[in-house]
């Protein structure tokens, strides 16, 4: 597939140049004049790099730098550009560019940076994708778990509550036997009416089941 390489630069002259030689080399290039049309058109459809000037009409090289790199964390973004201050090319490393190149440029360099940075930022990206993918298949594996774990718990409980249940009912079943006993023994030396008594426990018997 083609890679698309987003060219950032004022000055129309030199997008043609570097469109020309990237292009001679099998890239797909988009071109921008400032960083309006530059943030627009990362939105629209992300390149695979981005060559990217630091004078820029509408605002600072530096500041496009930093707001693409805080967007796009793996798009690769190479500058290229006149200054020839060691201490932007610093700052610009430190912003998260790729690679720092000077005007006036040699096509063989500029050429290996963009076929390097894009092949990197691609990885980059399936790296990234792929990690998602992981942390998305751990976290529902976890709500599985939490999920049996509930239903485990729930089934627990219910085997307690009919456990709960059984033992009241031996009980009030043991109860029942020793008070008919009772009442047997005491019949029998005439203090009780035993079939009243036994009619009772039934009764209660009943009602506690």
């Known amino acids: 597939m083609t890679q698309k390489i987003l060219v950032v630069d004022d000055d129309e002259n030199l ?13 797909e290039v988009a071109m921008a004049a400032t960083a309006g049309e530059a943030t627009k058109a990362c939105a629209e459809t992300l ?11 509408d605002k600072s090289g530096k500041d496009v730098l930093a707001e693409l790199h805080e967007h796009y964390p793996t798009l690769p973004i190479i ?3 006149a200054l020839r201050d060691v201490a932007d090319a610093v ?10 190149l000077q005007k006036p440029f040699d096509k063989t360099r500029l050429v290996t940076s963009v076929r390097n940075a894009a092949t990197q930022g691609a990885l980059r990206a399936q790296v990234e994708i792929r990690t998602a993918e992981q942390e998305q ?3 529902e594996y976890a709500r599985a778990g939490q999920r049996a774990f509930g ?4 089934a627990l409980a219910a085997e307690n509550a009919l456990r709960d249940r059984e033992l009241i009912l031996d009980a009030t079943i043991r109860d ?3 008070a008919l006993e009772l009442a047997r023994i005491q019949y029998r030396v005439g203090a009780v009416d035993l079939r009243a008594v036994e ?5 209660l018997y009943a009602a506690r089941t």
Do not use: H, W
């Open 15 to 27: 997008r043609k140049l570097v469109e020309l030689n990237l292009r001679s080399e099998g890239f």
């Open 47 to 57: 390149p695979a790099a981005v060559v990217l000037d630091l004078l820029l009409p």
């Open 79 to 81: 500058i290229l550009t």
């Open 91 to 100: 700052d610009c490393m430190r912003l998260g560019a790729t690679d720092y």
């Open 137 to 139: 298949a751990v976290a």
């Open 151 to 154: 239903e485990v718990e729930g």
């Open 176 to 178: 029942s036997e020793r």
């Open 199 to 203: 009619q009772n426990q039934l009764a």
